[in-house]
């Protein structure tokens, strides 16, 4: 029986919506692996129960009627443990508890944060209403677009993290233009006399939070970035539990960096490999030399920055449970994984076996194949522990340029790497399953990686991770799938070569292929 009103998914993409019966989600969203709103899920009616009551009204003004208290806060609770701090810092914790305690926070900050969090509610009725409550926040930031303020940069930055979880990499793209430019008009980044301690620091956040958005988001869709060239800036954000206790008009003496301000420093050196690897595939060709002495400033900026971080922070067993210990444990985690993601693409081009056999390339190859591996160690330990989890969106992109290292040591490696490299790589797809459970963005990210595996597994040439438009087109660009780059790029696609008796190395590959192809399989 086709029902007559359709879901909320396929109302914003604008597709026929069709369902078995009254109350099963639509044929749409099963086969997008989305939680379709008009799916209809049963609770008790015992006036007894102690679970909380999450259901909006059936109503178009979801604005009516709110979670119940309990419900609320479980929701704020999920979203400060698995957001706040990790893609975006927007927030002064109790200020923003307290906003909502007594209804002064803004809807649209509000449902924002409701439409992220409550994917990751334990309660089936929660994680069905998260994209009514998502539908609900960028209606409310399109109806007061013009009102210029920190809380509209705050929902539009909200809103555009929302878009990437479903895909909509261009409706992304313009809210964190909205807010980059509200945030310019407003000069978010001037010290006004009037603002207290927490506003002005709160303030900083957010703009170092829209130029770290900036760098990911301009790297995913292949865009120039736009927000911050030059000119003023905000002080970097100070130490966590210093704003988290922040009260009065005085910042602090001293004023201690952050992770978040650390954060800063590396998505710095993150955006000029970002320009180093698109410069690359647009020369002609390049000798081993122009191409080494950027990647050697480059690496020293990136071992700089680990020598410079305090010895709390450095990435030690030790340090991963006190920070932990310190309610900085995501965060922790979210700093080191960017670190050995951004040395992963740094090295990566030194993969290709095409380039000259030479100890400076070799040692690049070892370096990339380290990072990536740390990477996958870092991203397990982080999961096995309730504190230190990394759920937040991006990491999936991350566990995939990782996995794609670890395919090459898995193909090309010394046989005494293997073990190693196999236990990673299936801890990276264990990790990317529990992710897709939270983002469908994920789906498109595992997409991409299944392809890239193809592309690698369809050839016996040892050239499979050859630096050109498509494969930094597979490293950076990830909100788009992988396969129409194929179609529209087929001639940078691996080519099998023609041999009518395949060398030793060929059947080598070949017969690692099938390995790693069953490896594979056993999670997707």
Known sequence: MKVGKACVQCREGKRKCDRKGTGAP???????????????????????????????????????????????????DLYIWYIHDKPHSLFHEP????????????KAVLYGILGLSARFSQYEAARSQGPKYAMEAKRLVKADME????????????????????????????????????????HLEAEVSSDDAITRETKRRVWWSLYLQECW??????????????????????????????????????????????????????????????????????SGEYVEAP??????????????????????????????????????????????????????????????????????????????GAFSDLLWASNEHPHAQAVYNIVGHMTVVSSSVLLHTLLFGNEDELPVAKKRLESNFRVLMRLKSYWPSVELMLSRLLNFQSACLQSTSPHTHKIDKWMIRFLLQ???????????DSSLAIQTPDSEEPSVEAQRLSHRGRELDKLVRKFY
């Open 26 to 76: 639509c044929a749409q969203c099963l086969r997008r692996h989305l939680q379709c709103s008009g799916a209809v899920h049963h609770t008790s009616g015992s006036s007894h129960s102690s679970n909380p009551v999450f259901i909006l009204p059936s109503t178009d003004n979801v604005d009516e009627v709110m979670p119940d208290s309990a419900a609320l806060k479980e929701l704020i």
């Open 95 to 106: 200020t923003l508890r307290y906003a909502i305690s007594n209804g002064t926070v803004s």
């Open 147 to 186: 009102n210029i303020c920190l809380e509209n940069i705050q929902a539009c930055v909200l809103c555009g993290n929302i878009c990437f979880a479903d895909c909509n990499s261009d409706a992304e793209s313009i809210y964190f233009a909205i807010a980059n430019r509200m945030a310019q008009l407003f």
């Open 217 to 286: 988001a301009s790297a995913g869709t292949g865009l120039l970035r736009q927000f911050h060239h030059g000119g003023a800036t905000p002080a970097v954000p100070m130490s966590e539990p210093m704003f988290l206790q922040l009260h009065g008009d005085a910042d602090p003496r001293p004023r201690e960096p952050g992770i978040w301000a650390h954060m800063i420093t590396l998505v710095r050196i993150f955006a000029d490999i970002q320009d180093l690897n698109y410069h690359l595939v647009e020369e002609e060709s390049w």
């Open 295 to 372: 990647v050697r400033n480059l690496s020293s900026q990136l071992e700089a920055f680990k020598n410079s971080l305090p010895d709390t922070l450095q990435n030690t067993p030790e340090n991963f449970t006190y920070n932990i210990q310190q309610r900085l444990g995501r965060t922790f985690v979210a700093l080191h994984l960017s670190y050995h993601h951004f040395a992963t693409l740094l090295f990566f081009q030194f993969l290709d076996q095409e380039r000259p056999s030479t100890p400076g390339v070799a040692a690049c190859a070892e370096r990339c194949k380290f990072h990536a």
């Open 478 to 488: 990830h909100v788009l799938t992988l396969d129409e780059r194929l179609r529209a």
